[in-house]
């Protein structure tokens, strides 16, 4: 049904985007019912028809806890600077399941909706931000584990606790940049849904999540330090464990953060105008 507009009225107009753009805030603002929703569709589709539900939550990273326990602590003997192996993990596996997961499903996000993009006008970047928003409560439940673990080894809590909301922040921001990128390269190159896995991995193993960011040979923490995950769990375990802040993996990571961000939603809205055409 059209719609006749009144006289005071303006009409709404849709046009093609400049070549570069950053994300139209506005836009977001007036779709916010449509991000709600499709935020808590995501939230009811990970546990539906599910026995456990949100206990998964924590079954997770438990099962990558004892696992890397065995290997690394056990067999491998990983120096982890003098820190006990299981709290060690804990808040470095507790993030970065969150990281991989966002990173994996918002890559993805455009191609399980292109049943939506030539239907209906909405901002596209709902997409991958979406799961970016929804895997904050498996986080969320997760967080309990870590706390329990901290309990149990009788940690104090420091000033460093104040470093948690930027934390999030941070993780939240690379989990985003690097799906605006991947989403939209997604709907062109469907090899990015094969790649994810192997990347997923590299990125594990990339990062000091089973060792210690301190077994990096001096000469390469320069290097190391651009890794954006990085500064996410060096910067979890001093805002945990109470450990002296690495603001030589913080900094340098924030910043590739950032740019992964910015480029990643710029690079989005300039591909924007072929997703229809694509798929």
């Known amino acids: 049904m ?19 753009n950053f994300i ?4 977001l603002a007036e779709y916010r019912d449509l991000f709600i929703f499709l935020v808590w569709r995501d939230i009811k589709v990970m546990y539906a028809q599910t026995i456990l539900g949100f206990s998964w939550a924590v079954l997770q990273p438990t099962i990558q806890l004892v696992v890397f326990t065995v290997i690394f602590d056990r067999v491998a003997k990983v120096p982890t600077d003098g820190i006990p ?3 060690f993990a804990s808040v470095a596996v507790i993030p970065w399941t969150y990281l991989s997961q966002a990173m994996t499903q918002s890559s993805q996000s455009l191609v399980q909706g292109q049943g939506m993009l030539g239907k209906v006008y909405f901002p596209r970047l709902i997409f991958p931000i979406t799961p970016v928003l929804a895997k904050l409560v498996d986080f969320g439940i997760s967080i309990m584990l870590l706390i329990a673990i901290i309990i149990y080894y009788r940690v104090m809590p420091t000033w460093n606790l104040l470093l948690f909301p930027f934390l999030l922040l941070l993780m939240m921001s690379i989990s985003a940049g690097i799906g605006f990128w991947l989403s939209a390269l997604a709907i062109r190159y469907r090899d990015v849904k094969h790649a994810m896995t192997f990347v997923v991995r590299m990125l594990m193993y990339s990062a ?25 769990i060096e910067g979890y375990r001093a805002c945990f464990l109470g450990t002296p802040i690495p603001w030589q993996f913080i900094l340098p990571g924030m910043a590739v953060a950032v740019i992964l961000f910015i480029g990643g939603a710029m690079y989005f809205q300039r591909m924007e105008r072929f997703f229809v055409d694509v798929i």
């Open 24 to 27: 139209d805030f506005k836009a």
């Open 2 to 20: 059209i719609k006749r507009m009144n006289q005071n009225e303006s009409p709404m107009i849709i046009k093609a985007s400049s070549k570069w």
């Open 85 to 87: 192996y299981v709290l």
């Open 208 to 232: 000091p999540i089973v060792y210690s960011a301190s077994s990096i040979p001096e000469k390469y923490r320069i290097i190391y330090s651009l890794n954006p995950i990085v500064s996410v």
